[in-house]
């Protein structure tokens, strides 16, 4: 009976259910916020917001697609994200087009992970590239 | 049968969705698709308070809304029932 539903059917469920002030749990897909959030593996928990600030995952709409990025930068209404695994591209959007932030994380056995460490991968952006590497091969 | 309660039917575009809504936390982890039939049925169940539902009470359900014989309906009753129980959904 169960049968894959789109980001695009899903997602404004969800946001419809966040702004009753429900969590939302999901296992998201891809692999752009390696290593934190291993795609199709780890669940994620998200809470409507009330402010944002630089380090938050949030779940957006950005560049016509949904996307489960990292605040690199907020400049009033202007946000900018950018995944754990990416190493320079970045992506544009608004405060409104923000659906909720990631309030947990949980891998596959449903243990939870700790999301400061996360903040950390943010301050090491520098060295991305060799860690991203390393953690590649320890796969 | 009975259906279980907490869950939240929705239909977007062709899809039939029924989620668990909890207190605090709705999980679409465990989110189950449904079809327009096992929807339409879902919702009648509901309506009949969700208590002691036979396959019966499900094929007339069918055979008022559906050109389908009894003997069909009966028939996918009985699979749409053993499902809900198999998924969680529903308790004999």
């Not at chain 2, 062709?14 to 989110?31: I, P």
Request: glycine share 6%.
């Amino acid at each position: 009976m169960p049968h894959k539903v789109h980001n695009e059917i899903l997602i404004p469920e969800m946001d419809i259910l966040l702004r009753e002030g429900k969590d939302v749990r999901f296992t998201p897909t891809g692999f752009s916020m390696r290593p934190f959030i291993e795609g199709e593996k780890d669940a994620v928990v998200l809470r409507r917001p009330s402010t944002f600030r630089v380090g938050d995952i949030v779940l957006a709409s950005a560049n016509n697609q949904y996307l489960l990025h990292r605040i690199i930068a907020i400049n009033g209404e202007h946000i900018t994200l950018q995944g754990d695994g990416n190493l320079s591209v970045t992506e544009q959007c608004r405060t409104a087009d923000i659906i909720g932030t990631v309030i947990q994380i949980y891998n596959a056995d449903g243990k939870p992970k700790r999301l400061t460490r996360g903040r950390l991968w943010f301050y090491l952006r520098p060295c991305r590239r060799i860690l991203l590497k390393i953690y590649r091969k320890l796969l | 049968m009975n259906i279980k309660k907490g869950f939240k039917l929705s239909s977007i575009g062709d899809e039939w969705m029924l989620l668990a809504v909890g207190a605090e936390q709705v999980n679409f982890d465990r989110m189950i698709t449904m079809n327009e039939t096992a929807a339409f049925l879902w919702q009648k169940c509901h309506e009949y308070g969700g208590k002691n539902i036979t396959p019966e009470m499900m094929a007339d359900w069918l055979c008022d809304e559906y050109d389908v014989t009894r003997t069909l309906a009966l028939e996918d009753a009985k699979l749409v029932i053993a499902d809900w129980i198999e998924v969680g959904i529903a308790v004999e």
